[in-house]
C-alpha cells in the first residue's frame, strides 16, 4: 500500500505512504490507475514526510495533472514535495519527435528511399575516386621526400603476411585436394586419369591460389585495417594526425598498401607451393600415381606463362583489398555502429572487386592467348 | 548512519608498479566525498575497482552493504541497480540516441509503462540542463560539456541513492558546473543521494564536497575540507594553497 484515499463527498483525501522509489514503480502505477477521479472537485494530497523519487514524482504529477483536466482543484496538506517543484522547472520546451520513427510503409517513402540511396551511390562513388586522387598525390609527395616509412611497411608485412602463412598454406592445401578429388572422380570415366594433374597445377597456378590468398587476405587483413582506422577515426586520432602536421594517408594507408602489395605476392608463392604438393600427395594416393610421373606431367601441362599469369594478379588484388579496407575504415563517423557497418563492408566490396578484377584479367588473357 | 562504501587496504598492481599501497576509505550516506590526487595517482583505477571492474590484488569492497567478492550474478546485478557511474570521457553508446541512452539502464533495472519510458528520460535529460532537442541527439553531435550532462542524465537515470562520478565537470562551462553542483546537492537533501566523486573542480570541492580523500604516495588520507585543508602533506598543501588554490579559497571565504 503505497497510498490511502478517503472519499469525502466531492473531496478526495490522499495519504502517500511508503517507499515511493524507482523499483516500486510498477506497484504505485498500478495504485494510482485504479484510483476513481470521477466527480471529485478537491483533491487533497498529504505528502509530508515522503520521500519521492524523480521516477514517482513524475507519477504523482501524471495523477495531479488527470485530477485537473477532469476540473478538480489540487491542494496539498503542508508544503507540496520539493520533487514536484523540481519536475516543473525541468518541464519547458515541447517534446522533440523522434527522429528514427518507423513509418509504416508509404509508397511516396519507397520512392525516395529509391532516390536517396541513387545519390548516395553517387556520392560513394565521388567520394572513392576522390580517395585514390588524395592518395595518388600522397604516394606522390611521400616518394618525392623521401618518405615512405619502411618501419612501418615492415610491420604491415608482418602483421599480414609472415602471420597468415599457416592458414593460406592449409587452405591451398584443402583446395588442391578437393581439385584433385573432383578431377579423380570425373576423369576417371574417360580414362584420362593422368589430366589430373594439368587440372590441379593450372587450376591453382593460373587462378585458384591467388584468388583464395586474396579472399583471405579481404578477410583478415581489410577487415583489420577497417576497423584499426575506423577506432581511430572514432577516438579522434586521425584528427590529431592532421592536426599535428603528419598527413594521415601517408602515415596510415600507403604503409597498409605497400605492405600488402609486398605480403600478397608472396603469400601467392606459398599458396602456389602447398597446391602443387598437395596435387602431388593426392595423386599419389588416389591414383597411385609416382611423384617422379606428377613432376613430368606438370612440367607438361604449364606453359612458361602459367605461374606469372596468377602472380601478377597479386598485387592488384592487394591494392583492392588494402584501398577497401583503408577507405572504409577512415569514412567512419560518429558511432560504433558505423564501424560495424564499414568494416563488413570493407570485405565485402574487397572481396567484390578481387573477382570482378580477376574476371576482367581472365577475359583479358584470353584475348591475349596466354 | 550507515556506510554506503567502505574500501579495506585495496592493493593494486601493475605489474611491478604499485599504484595503491592499502587504501582505506569509508564514505557515510548522504555524503559528497570528493576523491582529488595527482594524475597517475590511481583515481580512476580506484572507481574502477570499487565498480567491480577490476579485481583488487588485496583487500575488499563492501558497496551499499555488500562485499563485492562475494557477491553472485543475480545478487551483482541488483546491487548495480542501486548505483549510478559516469565514466571521464562520457563512454555513451554511441550507436545510440541520447534518450535512448538514459532509457537502457531504466529497461534493464525498472518496470516502466511505455510512456513513463519515454517521458521520464526527456525528464532526466532536462534535469541535466540539456534541452530537450538534444535527447534525440546522437553522442557524436553533442558537444564535450553535453555529453558529460547525458552521462550524467544516464547515471540518474534510475534514481539510484549512490552515484559515483569521475570528473562529472571536467569540460563544462563555469555556469554548467554550477548548475551541476546545485542539483547534485539538491538530490542529497531531496533524496539523501550519496555522491563519490572524483574531482580536480575546487570550485566543486568548495561548494558541495563534505568530505575529501586525497589519494597519495598510494594511500588514502581523507577527512573535513578543513582537516585536508590543514595536512601538512607537501602535495595536499601545494594542491590547496598553490596559485590556484588561493584564488578559490579567498573566493569561497575559506
Same mark, same amino acid.
Given at each position: 500500500?503505497?497510498?490511502?484515499?478517503?472519499?469525502?463527498?466531492?473531496?478526495?483525501?490522499?495519504?502517500?505512504?511508503?517507499?515511493?522509489?524507482?523499483?516500486?514503480?510498477?506497484?504505485?502505477?498500478?495504485?494510482?490507475?485504479?484510483?476513481?477521479?470521477?466527480?471529485?472537485?478537491?483533491?487533497?494530497?498529504?505528502?509530508?514526510?515522503?520521500?519521492?523519487?524523480?521516477?514517482?514524482?513524475?507519477?504523482?504529477?501524471?495523477?495531479?495533472?488527470?485530477?485537473?483536466?477532469?476540473?478538480?482543484?489540487?491542494?496539498?496538506?503542508?508544503?507540496?514535495?520539493?520533487?514536484?517543484?523540481?519536475?516543473?522547472?525541468?518541464?519547458?520546451?515541447?517534446?522533440?519527435?523522434?527522429?528514427?520513427?518507423?513509418?509504416?510503409?508509404?509508397?511516396?517513402?519507397?520512392?525516395?528511399?529509391?532516390?536517396?540511396?541513387?545519390?548516395?551511390?553517387?556520392?560513394?562513388?565521388?567520394?572513392?575516386?576522390?580517395?585514390?586522387?588524395?592518395?595518388?598525390?600522397?604516394?606522390?609527395?611521400?616518394?618525392?621526400?623521401?618518405?615512405?616509412?619502411?618501419?612501418?611497411? *615492415?610491420?604491415?608485412?608482418?602483421?599480414?603476411? /609472415?602471420? @597468415?602463412? +599457416?592458414?593460406?598454406? =592449409?587452405? $591451398?592445401? &584443402? %583446395?588442391?585436394?578437393?581439385?584433385?578429388?573432383?578431377?579423380?572422380?570425373?576423369?576417371?570415366?574417360?580414362?584420362?586419369?593422368?589430366?589430373?594433374?594439368?587440372?590441379?597445377?593450372?587450376?591453382?597456378?593460373?587462378?585458384?591460389?591467388?584468388?583464395?590468398?586474396?579472399?583471405?587476405?579481404?578477410?583478415?587483413?581489410?577487415?583489420?585495417?577497417?576497423?584499426?582506422?575506423?577506432?581511430?577515426?572514432?577516438?579522434?586520432?586521425?584528427?590529431?594526425?592532421?592536426?599535428?602536421?603528419?598527413?594521415?594517408?601517408?602515415?596510415? *594507408?600507403?604503409?597498409?598498401?605497400?605492405?600488402? /602489395?609486398? @605480403?600478397? +605476392?608472396?603469400?601467392? =608463392?606459398? $599458396?602456389? &607451393? %602447398?597446391?602443387?604438393?598437395?596435387?602431388?600427395?593426392?595423386?599419389?594416393?588416389?591414383?597411385?600415381?609416382?611423384?617422379?610421373?606428377?613432376?613430368?606431367?606438370?612440367?607438361?601441362?604449364?606453359?612458361?606463362?602459367?605461374?606469372?599469369?596468377?602472380?601478377?594478379?597479386?598485387?592488384?588484388?592487394?591494392?583492392?583489398?588494402?584501398?577497401?579496407?583503408?577507405?572504409?575504415?577512415?569514412?567512419?563517423?560518429?558511432?560504433?555502429?558505423?564501424?560495424?557497418?564499414?568494416?563488413?563492408?570493407?570485405?565485402?566490396?574487397?572481396?567484390?572487386?578481387?573477382?570482378?578484377?580477376?574476371?576482367?584479367? @581472365?577475359?583479358?588473357?584470353?584475348? =591475349?592467348?596466354? | 548512519?550507515?556506510?554506503?562504501?567502505?574500501?579495506?587496504?585495496?592493493?593494486?598492481?601493475?605489474?611491478?608498479?604499485?599504484?595503491?599501497?592499502?587504501?582505506?576509505?569509508?564514505?557515510?550516506?548522504?555524503?559528497?566525498?570528493?576523491?582529488?590526487?595527482?594524475?597517475?595517482?590511481?583515481?580512476?583505477?580506484?572507481?574502477?575497482?570499487?565498480?567491480?571492474?577490476?579485481?583488487?590484488?588485496?583487500?575488499?569492497?563492501?558497496?551499499?552493504?555488500?562485499?563485492?567478492?562475494?557477491?553472485?550474478?543475480?545478487?551483482?546485478?541488483?546491487?548495480?541497480?542501486?548505483?549510478?557511474?559516469?565514466?571521464?570521457?562520457?563512454?555513451?553508446?554511441?550507436?545510440?540516441?541520447?534518450?535512448?541512452?538514459?532509457?537502457?539502464?531504466?529497461?534493464?533495472?525498472?518496470?516502466?509503462?511505455?510512456?513513463?519510458?519515454?517521458?521520464?528520460?526527456?525528464?532526466?535529460?532536462?534535469?541535466?540542463?540539456?534541452?530537450?532537442?538534444?535527447?534525440?541527439?546522437?553522442?557524436?553531435?553533442?558537444?564535450?560539456?553535453?555529453?558529460?550532462?547525458?552521462?550524467?542524465?544516464?547515471?540518474?537515470?534510475?534514481?539510484?541513492?549512490?552515484?559515483?562520478?569521475?570528473?562529472?565537470?571536467?569540460?563544462?562551462?563555469?555556469?554548467?558546473?554550477?548548475?551541476?553542483?546545485?542539483?547534485?546537492?539538491?538530490?542529497?537533501?531531496?533524496?539523501?543521494?550519496?555522491?563519490?566523486?572524483?574531482?580536480?573542480?575546487?570550485?566543486?570541492?568548495?561548494?558541495?564536497?563534505?568530505?575529501?580523500?586525497?589519494?597519495?604516495?598510494?594511500?588514502?588520507?581523507?577527512?573535513?575540507?578543513?582537516?585536508?585543508?590543514?595536512?601538512?602533506?607537501?602535495?595536499?598543501?601545494?594542491?590547496?594553497?598553490?596559485?590556484?588554490?588561493?584564488?578559490?579559497?579567498?573566493?569561497?571565504?575559506?
Amino acid at each position: 500500500m503505497y497510498l490511502a484515499a478517503r472519499r469525502d463527498a466531492e473531496q478526495l483525501n490522499l495519504t502517500l505512504s511508503g517507499d515511493w522509489r524507482a523499483p516500486q514503480f510498477a506497484a504505485i502505477d498500478a495504485e494510482l490507475s485504479a484510483l476513481s477521479l470521477s466527480g471529485v472537485r478537491r483533491l487533497r494530497v498529504s505528502a509530508q514526510q515522503q520521500q519521492l523519487d524523480i521516477t514517482c514524482a513524475w507519477l504523482l504529477q501524471e495523477l495531479l495533472g488527470r485530477a485537473r483536466s477532469g476540473g478538480a482543484a489540487v491542494e496539498f496538506e503542508g508544503a507540496a514535495p520539493a520533487a514536484l517543484a523540481l519536475l516543473e522547472r525541468c518541464r519547458s520546451g515541447a517534446p522533440p519527435t523522434p527522429a528514427d520513427g518507423s513509418e509504416w510503409f508509404d509508397p511516396a517513402h519507397a520512392v525516395e528511399d529509391i532516390g536517396r540511396h541513387a545519390v548516395r551511390g553517387a556520392r560513394g562513388i565521388a567520394e572513392g575516386i576522390r580517395f585514390v586522387g588524395r592518395l595518388s598525390l600522397a604516394l606522390v609527395h611521400a616518394v618525392a621526400r623521401g618518405r615512405l616509412r619502411p618501419i612501418s611497411i *615492415v610491420r604491415h608485412v608482418y602483421d599480414t603476411g /609472415v602471420t @597468415a602463412v +599457416p592458414i593460406v598454406s =592449409l587452405i $591451398a592445401f &584443402l %583446395i588442391s585436394v578437393i581439385l584433385a578429388y573432383m578431377g579423380a572422380q570425373q576423369l576417371r570415366k574417360f580414362g584420362a586419369d593422368i589430366f589430373v594433374v594439368d587440372l590441379v597445377t593450372v587450376g591453382v597456378l593460373r587462378e585458384l591460389g591467388v584468388l583464395l590468398t586474396a579472399i583471405i587476405m579481404a578477410g583478415r587483413s581489410g577487415s583489420a585495417y577497417a576497423a584499426e582506422l575506423g577506432a581511430m577515426q572514432l577516438n579522434e586520432e586521425v584528427d590529431a594526425l592532421s592536426a599535428i602536421g603528419a598527413e594521415p594517408i601517408e602515415v596510415l *594507408v600507403l604503409p597498409r598498401l605497400f605492405g600488402l /602489395v609486398i @605480403a600478397l +605476392p608472396l603469400l601467392t =608463392l606459398v $599458396a602456389d &607451393l %602447398i597446391g602443387l604438393t598437395g596435387g602431388a600427395l593426392l595423386c599419389h594416393v588416389l591414383l597411385n600415381m609416382p611423384v617422379q610421373q606428377y613432376l613430368q606431367r606438370a612440367q607438361g601441362a604449364i606453359a612458361s606463362t602459367t605461374f606469372w599469369v596468377g602472380v601478377i594478379k597479386a598485387p592488384v588484388f592487394a591494392v583492392l583489398v588494402a584501398l577497401s579496407g583503408c577507405y572504409c575504415g577512415l569514412a567512419v563517423r560518429g558511432s560504433s555502429r558505423e564501424l560495424g557497418r564499414l568494416t563488413t563492408q570493407a570485405v565485402v566490396q574487397a572481396i567484390f572487386f578481387v573477382i570482378l578484377v580477376d574476371a576482367l584479367f @581472365a577475359a583479358v588473357f584470353m584475348e =591475349l592467348d596466354i | 548512519m550507515a556506510a554506503v562504501l567502505e574500501v579495506r587496504g585495496v592493493v593494486n598492481r601493475f605489474g611491478s608498479q604499485v599504484v595503491h599501497a592499502g587504501v582505506d576509505m569509508t564514505v557515510e550516506e548522504g555524503e559528497i566525498f570528493g576523491i582529488i590526487g595527482g594524475s597517475g595517482s590511481g583515481k580512476s583505477v580506484l572507481l574502477r575497482t570499487i565498480l567491480g571492474l577490476r579485481h583488487p590484488n588485496a583487500g575488499g569492497v563492501r558497496l551499499l552493504g555488500h562485499e563485492l567478492g562475494s557477491l553472485g550474478a543475480t545478487e551483482l546485478h541488483a546491487l548495480k541497480a542501486r548505483y549510478g557511474v559516469t565514466f571521464q570521457a562520457g563512454a555513451l553508446f554511441t550507436a545510440l540516441t541520447v534518450r535512448q541512452n538514459v532509457q537502457l539502464p531504466m529497461l534493464e533495472h525498472l518496470q516502466l509503462s511505455a510512456p513513463a519510458l519515454e517521458q521520464l528520460a526527456l525528464l532526466r535529460v532536462q534535469l541535466v540542463g540539456l534541452p530537450a532537442e538534444a535527447a534525440e541527439k546522437y553522442p557524436a553531435q553533442l558537444s564535450g560539456g553535453m555529453i558529460k550532462r547525458a552521462a550524467l542524465a544516464r547515471a540518474l537515470a534510475i534514481d539510484p541513492p549512490l552515484l559515483l562520478l569521475d570528473e562529472p565537470t571536467s569540460g563544462l562551462d563555469p555556469i554548467g558546473a554550477a548548475a551541476f553542483d546545485e542539483l547534485i546537492l539538491y538530490l542529497r537533501r531531496e533524496l539523501k543521494l550519496t555522491v563519490v566523486m572524483i574531482t580536480h573542480d575546487l570550485d566543486t570541492i568548495y561548494r558541495i564536497c563534505s568530505r575529501v580523500g586525497v589519494l597519495v604516495d598510494g594511500r588514502m588520507i581523507s577527512d573535513s575540507l578543513e582537516g585536508i585543508e590543514g595536512n601538512p602533506h607537501p602535495w595536499i598543501q601545494s594542491y590547496f594553497h598553490g596559485p590556484r588554490g588561493h584564488a578559490r579559497a579567498a573566493r569561497h571565504g575559506a
